[in-house]
């Protein structure tokens, strides 16, 4: 009677030990399933948002090329901020973008670029390479296999790492610069501000331009760079006389042939946020009062 009684009470610590077992078992699988769960809601929010910012960044660049439109090709100064901060965000939707146009117009055409003229770019005196930069720019250009002093063509670029070809010929993109010796990533971002390939001259629109690029002009004092600043604050210049009775017959005729008065070809900046993710578009467009925008650029960066 005593052992039934034992083997009844074994047997039922055995079924609750049992059923304890099954029970963590089963919560295990619950909290499993849960944090999984978890996982992938974050997943996908992530990647909703990811999405979201993308059109951000559209809307972004669709705005700025309606600005342009509606400005007759001038940069509004409130979107010519450099860097993305508090005050220059434009909040829309679950969201905001940063959106920057930048002139190239304003810019030197690298790919129709004098050497001299490179070489009188000021900001490039800053870098303790300047020899190397300028010389390794034209070797990538020109046609020829023969170095200039400081510069590099084949033979120094198929001896690196991971050797590639020397161009040889034009730019495609201003990225291009980062692959020719001396130029790293500060003094591309350097370069990048007062260079560029995008444009379809290599005329640099004197109403826009910045004092570090007409001072590449030739012939033209820094004085008279000084009052065509001042003049053109207030009074743009609207045609070629406006320019030739400026600078006077003699020196229009060393530059007029590298001015413009207007501008065709922005570059647009674009970030798109929403919650913690971002996504960053920048485009290149070509425009024209009798045409539709014309994309000459576009890259998604992560
Ligand atoms: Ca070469």
């Not at 030197?108 to 190397?132: G, S, V």
């Not at 010389?135 to 023969?146: A, P, R």
Request: charged share 30%.
């Amino acid at each position: 009677m005593m052992n039934k009684k034992l083997n009844y009470i074994n047997n039922k610590g055995f079924a609750l030990i049992i059923t304890l077992w099954v029970m963590v078992i089963i919560v295990s699988i619950i909290i499993s399933i849960a944090y999984i769960t978890r996982l992938e809601l974050r997943k996908s929010r992530y990647q909703v948002n990811k999405l979201k910012a993308f059109y951000l960044a559209r809307a972004g660049i669709e705005k700025a090329i309606s600005e342009l439109y509606r400005n007759d090709f001038i940069v509004p100064n409130e979107f010519m901020y450099e860097e993305f901060d508090l005050y220059n965000r434009r909040e829309l939707g679950d969201g905001c973008y940063w959106v920057r146009i930048e002139d190239e117009n304003a810019k030197l055409n690298l790919n129709t670029l004098a050497q001299y003229r490179l070489n009188l770019l000021r900001p490039l005196d800053r870098t303790i390479n300047k020899k190397e930069i300028v010389d390794g720019i034209f070797d990538w250009l020109d046609t020829d296999s023969n170095p200039r002093p400081y510069g590099a063509e084949e033979s120094y670029y198929q001896f690196l790492y991971h050797g590639y070809n020397c161009k040889n010929g034009l730019l495609d993109t201003i990225e291009e610069l980062r692959l020719i010796k001396g130029v790293d990533e500060e003094t591309f971002k350097v370069l990048k501000k007062y260079l560029t390939v995008a444009t379809n001259d290599s005329k640099i629109n004197i109403n826009t331009t910045s004092l570090d690029v007409l001072e590449t002009l030739p012939k033209v004092s820094k004085g008279k760079i000084q009052e065509l600043l001042y003049e053109r604050d207030s009074h743009p210049f609207k045609t070629r006389e406006e320019i030739e009775d400026f600078f006077g017959e003699k020196i229009y005729k060393e530059v007029g042939n590298l001015i413009r008065l207007t501008s065709d070809t922005f570059r647009i900046t674009c970030v798109g946020f929403v919650g913690n993710t971002y996504k960053e578009i920048e485009a290149i467009i070509n425009v024209s009062p009798t045409s539709a925008p014309r994309i000459i650029y576009w890259q998604e960066k992560m």
